[in-house]
């Protein structure tokens, strides 16, 4: 059996804004510092060189721990697509593809976001503990997202995001 399982995550999320400033908060550090997996109060790093090869970084502290997200931009076609490497490098070694497509409607804009993400396997893991694993990966991974996304509308569409308390 392979030591690794990749599933696929998928999310649409609307704007009442154009491509353009969805885009935008996706590669410039001070708007990504405000949502793309850290809020601002926590915020340690943001940074970002969008060319393709170029790469990108955000450091969140929380709890006394800093969590670390990185990766290089694989394709970029301003405003209507992203494709970019993932890796939070103090859980794991495997690297997730991000995609994200960015097309204009009459109320602002749709975006469809892809992540691959990749499952390790323990070595005694059974079909079942993989599926469950595989599972647990797509479904926390999805309400991490949609919760970015709920601060990235905020943010693009109001200019600030309200945090909860």
Same mark, same amino acid.
Request: net charge negative; charged share 30%; hydrophobic share 35%.
């Given at each position: 059996m392979p030591n690794q399982s990749t599933i696929t995550l998928t999310i649409g999320k609307s704007f009442n804004v154009g491509p353009?400033?969805?885009?935008?908060a996706w590669v410039t550090p001070d708007l990504m510092k405000k949502w793309l997996f850290t809020t601002e109060p926590t915020n340690q790093v943001a940074k970002s060189d969008p060319h393709v090869g170029g790469?990108?970084?955000?450091?969140d502290h929380r709890e006394g721990k800093d969590y670390r997200?990185?990766? =290089?931009?694989?394709?970029?076609?301003?405003?209507?697509? +992203?494709?970019?490497t993932?890796?939070?490098?103090?859980?794991?070694?495997?690297?997730?593809t991000i995609t994200v497509e960015i097309e204009s409607?009459?109320?602002?804009a749709e975006m469809a976001f892809e992540q691959k993400i990749i499952v390790p396997h323990e070595k005694e893991w059974s079909k079942e503990d993989i599926e469950k694993a595989c599972q647990e990966y797509h479904d926390q991974s =999805?309400?991490?997202?949609?919760?970015?996304?709920?601060? +990235?509308?905020q943010l693009v569409e109001?200019?600030?995001?309200?945090?909860p308390s």
């Open positions: 353009e400033k969805v885009f935008e790469q990108w970084e955000i450091v997200a990185i990766g =290089k931009y694989l394709e970029l076609q301003s405003p209507n697509r +992203l494709v970019k993932f890796k939070m490098p103090q859980f794991s070694d495997s690297e997730d409607t009459e109320e602002g =999805k309400i991490g997202w949609n919760m970015m996304f709920d601060g +990235l509308k109001t200019g600030t995001i309200h945090y």
